[in-house]
């Protein structure tokens, strides 16, 4: 069963989270909501989450001093936010909206369709790293384990064939969204895929050396940061 991504839903008016959650649902991932930035940041606490949307305007600690408290942390510093606001000052306004971590900044009323593909992006991305930690996972047993015994060589040579065939599927569907970000994406989507698209490469290279006649010089895992 696949698991759904979560998308934290920050706003300090119900009708607003409301709106957002009518937009959203067709995505058919999890929704959370959170009335205040001090109720985001405990929600990032315990919970992963593909992308934040994230409203500017709220009492108290406002969407700016949320971000900069996301992006402090090194559990949730990665996770893309979209900031929501009712407001335009300018220029000015909207760096400093880029210049607290924002990937994206949406003034309303905004587009419904263009922000649920816009999210839409992110919660994909998310889940081709969740699918790459998996798979990563599994080779670091494979090269812990070292060389089979010769028992053994028949069940090693079905994990090694079952972990390339389940890369590859990433690999696929990895390669199919960078060639929808290149067409149409905000700078920020195509490096986040650039990054997993490497990821990947280093993966199969590591994969690779396990197969037989490779070598015994397979060394490590590559890094996954």
Excluded at 95 to 119: H, N, Q, T
Excluded at 132 to 140: G, H
Excluded at 177 to 197: F, I, N, P, W
């Amino acid at each position: 069963m696949v698991q759904k991504a979560k998308i934290l839903l920050v706003d300090d008016r119900p009708e607003n989270l409301l709106a957002l959650e009518a937009i959203l649902s067709a995505l058919d991932q999890t929704l959370v909501r959170a009335s205040s930035g001090e109720e985001a940041l405990k929600a990032l606490l315990t919970d992963d989450f593909a992308v934040i949307l994230l409203d500017v305007q709220m009492p108290g600690m406002d969407g700016f001093e949320t971000a900069a408290h996301i992006k402090r942390r090194e559990r949730t510093r990665d996770i893309p936010i979209i900031f929501l606001t009712a407001i335009n000052h300018g220029p000015h306004h909207t760096f400093r909206g880029y210049a607290a971590g924002a990937v994206d900044y949406i003034s309303k009323p905004f587009d419904p369709w263009v922000l649920r593909a816009k999210v839409s992006v992110f919660v994909d991305l998310y889940m081709k790293n969740c699918q790459l930690r998996e798979q990563a996972s599994l080779l670091r047993l494979q090269l812990e384990g070292g060389q089979p015994a010769a028992g053994d060589a028949k069940e090693s040579a079905g994990l090694l064939a079952e972990l390339s065939a389940r890369l590859a599927a990433v690999e696929e569907q990895a390669e199919a969204l960078s060639k929808q970000l290149d067409e149409s994406a905000d700078a920020a989507a195509v490096a986040t895929a650039a990054h997993l698209e490497r990821k990947l490469t280093g993966l199969r290279r590591a994969l690779d050396a396990l197969e037989p006649g490779a070598g015994s010089g397979a060394g490590q895992v590559p890094s996954q940061n």
